[in-house]
């Protein structure tokens, strides 16, 4: 077989991709895509400069209005490791006493880095509840730190279950752990593409996973709201980015997942550097994400995102990864996918996972993003980029592209920063000269 270059494949790929109609597909939901919204939090993370509490409300409420069914809105980590995040209780506040207009009903999903992030993110949960009339200010940003927020014990988990037919049912072993002291140990994971590598100790396998993305019984004024963790694939990165391995994750992760279950608050995991790590090059084991994706599955977690952190994943990885995790149990509906465009591989990556039947994506407004303990590694793909890609196969993600495009020029300006998203320009271009920007 002749040796193709990266240019050559990736044009094959995506001219083999766009003679497919998508909406032919005998998938279930072929025609609808979620996209999950990650601009406030992965998106701006990242920021040297600071960006105004009042900033990241008015970007929420903006993205609320244009269709999105999901919008990760913050993180409660301490602002010593991440400091754009230390405003996330008054971002929250804000959408509990005065919820953003929006189309249809909206879930809100917020980072936690450890088990005192979670008490943080209760706290307000619990005063706003409390409140007879209206919301009271919340409580301050922690002031106390104890070091790197993800430093707990250790064993180290990596195993691949055993390959059943896939897309079958997975119904999950609850674990109840008891609740650990809510302690800041460590750099609050920054992950600003989404980093989750842990693995429990897996129970009876694929057998005891299946079930259905459950729907939260915390609605507030009407809307939802979820939690997210994070773990890495590599133990390079999990040490660099959180201080402690991959197993010191999980064991972390569990009484934190055990909590908010039992308080009603559906749980998302991610796994950073599912298709490269800039420590250990760009051949993450496909099989370790996969045990890693079962075992958080069978925690608790409710959605597994797949996050190419380092932006080195290519169509062939990405399929192998796809595969490797159907062969382990891992069902379509319980994994989004979750790319970085350092090498412009983003969008056909996304192509290669809606062939596979995957049906729901991160994306940030504009590109923003990328990862402090990922040198070199750019934002994620940008939210009008992929919806413009996805509306052109005839996908449906109920999403408004030029209010996107607004917003993505709009907040792009605002913290100075280049708008990435080629197709966002392109219809702000278009709505100037109209004279309907």
Known sequence: MPHLSPNLLGRRVYRQLCQRTFTSSSRALADHVRIVEVGPRDGLQNEKSSIPAETKIELV???????LETIEAGSFVHPKW???????????????????SSPHSITYQWLLPNIKGLGNYFKVMENASSAPHGYPTPPPSPTQDCGPALNTYSNDPNAMPSSTSGVESMSQSRRSASSTQGQDSGPAMNTSSSDPNAMPSSTSGVDSMSKPRQTASNDRNGHKHEVSIFLAATESFSKKNTNCTIQESLDRFAPLMADSKKAGYPVRAYISVALGCPFEGPDTD???????AVKLLEMGADEISVADTTGMGTAPATRKLLQTLREAGVRNEDIAMHFHDTFGQALINTMISLDHGIRTFDSAVGGLGGCPYSPGATGNVATEDLVYTLHSLGA?????LEEMSRIGDWITSEIGKGNSSSAGRATMARLRREGGS
Request: proline share 11%.
């Open 396 to 400: 449906k993600t109920g999403v408004d």
């Open 82 to 100: 991440v400091p754009q995040m230390a405003a996330s209780d008054r971002v929250l506040s804000s959408i509990l006493s005065s919820p953003p």
């Open 286 to 292: 496909p099989h370790k994400v996969a045990d890693l």
């Open 61 to 67: 409420r903006r993205l609320a209005a244009t269709g």
